[in-house]
Every structure is written in C-alpha cells, then in structure tokens.
C-alpha cells in the first residue's frame, strides 16, 4: 500500500478541481481538507485494488455536498436589523391573555380549536390524530371555542360597541 501523502500529491488536484466545481472556489478548500481528512481514516481499510481515484472523488462529492448544506444553514447577513422582532409562530409571544386561556383549556379542547381554527383540518382528520371519532373533535371544538369567547371576549361585545 502506498504511502497517504503520495495520494495526495497525485489526487489532491483533482479533488480540488471537483470540490470547487459542486462548492464554488469559495469553500473548496474546506470541502477539499474534509475530503482528505476522511480519506485518511478509512485509508487503512482500503481493498489494494480499488481505484484510489473514484474512491476520492465519492468522499469529494460527499464532503461537498455537506459543505453545500451547511452555507445553507447559516444566517444570511443582512444590511439593517428589522426595527423590531418578529414575534409570530410562538405561543408565548401572542397576547398573554390569549395564550393563558388557550393553555387552561383541556388538551383536547386546545388541540381541537387549533387543529380545526388554525390549520384548517376537517374534524374527521383531527379524529385520526387526536383519536375518537369526528363529532366528538366537532364537539372538543365547540366546547373549546365557547370557553374562549365567555373566557376571552372579543374587543366588540355583542352590541357591536368597541370596549376600551
């Protein structure tokens, strides 16, 4: 078996070419030092007759991909921060009161109203993931719902007069 450091005298141009085709010359480098610091794990436990050449450019292609992955999970720089932050997707950061009658409702209740109200499911698909049947989701719904409106009144009460 030849020494590692002949393999990389030999492929390492050829990895670098590969690297910088799938990642750009940005990362290339990174991709490339991934490829043979793999390559050097499994070195040891290559066949003497696999071609050293495909096996380099399979880790290649693999360590850019990850590489590939990775720039996608980074942040993307921005040129000015937005004036405040976001606060939608969190229960925590709706209006508090809101949120602490949605939490003292039943779980079945809550699950029910936010299945049907808020994503739109078919009572008959809330049965399938909440178990029970679909009156008894339409029924969870209702009960949930009613709760919610004596709990946590809208703005405009029955007379159509806008509380303060």
């Not at 990174?30 to 793999?38: G, K, P, V, Y």
């Amino acid at each position: 078996m030849r020494p590692f450091e002949q393999i990389v005298t030999e492929h390492g141009p050829m990895v670098l070419r590969v690297c910088r085709a799938v990642v750009g010359p940005q990362d290339a480098e990174d991709a490339w030092s991934e490829t043979f610091l793999s390559a050097l794990k499994a070195y040891p436990d290559l066949p003497a007759d696999a071609n050293v050449e495909a096996w380099l450019v399979t880790i290649a292609h693999r360590k850019a991909i990850d590489v590939v992955r990775a720039a996608a999970r980074r942040p993307t720089p921005v040129d000015a921060l937005p004036e405040r932050p976001a606060r939608a997707g969190r229960p925590e950061d709706w209006d508090g009161d809101l949120w602490r009658v949605l939490k003292a409702l039943p779980d079945r209740q809550r699950r029910a109203v936010a299945y049907h109200y808020l994503a739109g499911l078919p009572y008959k698909e809330i049965a399938a993931l909440c178990g029970g049947s679909a009156d008894a989701a339409r029924r969870a719904a209702a009960d949930g719902v009613r709760t919610l409106r004596t709990t946590y009144p809208s703005p405009t009460d029955q007379r159509g007069v806008t509380r303060s």
